[in-house]
């Protein structure tokens, strides 16, 4: 809003052409003892990514699920080797996996991508 002496008016303001974008969420839950593993990918909030993580964990077979990550507008990538597994997120998917096999490589042998996903913005207008 500008004002002046004796007019006051709006000045921009959302351009009606542009794009409107939302994030999208997404989890991973793992269970260290039984080896159970969840995920989900585009959901509209962190606590419905992560509630869904959770309940594919446990479906799985998992008792003590737990979130390892929980990402939004990026992908995510998890290696595992013969001991260890390493989780990364990035924002396109081929970094995501590079890096998460990077870090595996360097830790531990054996390393393979065992998920990858993403959950990027979806436009809504």
């Given at each position: 809003?500008?004002?002046?002496?004796?007019?006051?008016?709006?000045?921009?303001?959302?351009?009606?052409?542009q794009?409107?974008?939302?994030?999208?969420?997404?989890?991973?839950?793992?269970?260290?003892?039984?080896?159970a593993?969840?995920?989900?990918s585009?959901?509209?909030?962190?606590?419905?990514?992560?509630?869904?993580?959770?309940a594919?964990?446990?479906?799985?077979?998992?008792?003590?699920?737990r979130?390892?990550i929980?990402?939004?507008?990026?992908?995510?990538?998890?290696?595992?080797?013969?001991?260890?597994?390493?989780?990364?997120?990035?924002?396109?998917?081929?970094?995501?996996?590079?890096?998460?096999?990077?870090k595996?490589?360097?830790?531990?042998?054996?390393?393979k991508?065992?998920?990858?996903?993403?959950?990027l913005?979806?436009?809504?207008?």
């Open positions: 809003m500008q004002k002046g002496n004796g007019w006051e008016g709006c000045v921009g303001g959302p351009d009606p052409d794009p409107t974008w939302e994030k999208r969420w997404g989890a991973i839950a793992l269970d260290d003892t039984t080896g593993f969840g995920s989900s585009r959901e509209g909030s962190e606590s419905r990514a992560e509630k869904n993580a959770l594919t964990c446990k479906k799985q077979g998992g008792k003590t699920c979130i390892e929980s990402y939004h507008n990026q992908c995510v990538s998890l290696a595992a080797g013969k001991f260890k597994y390493f989780v990364r997120a990035d924002y396109t998917l081929a970094l995501a996996e590079s890096n998460s096999l990077s595996c490589g360097k830790e531990d042998e054996g390393c991508i065992f998920y990858s996903n993403c959950s913005p979806e436009r809504i207008q």
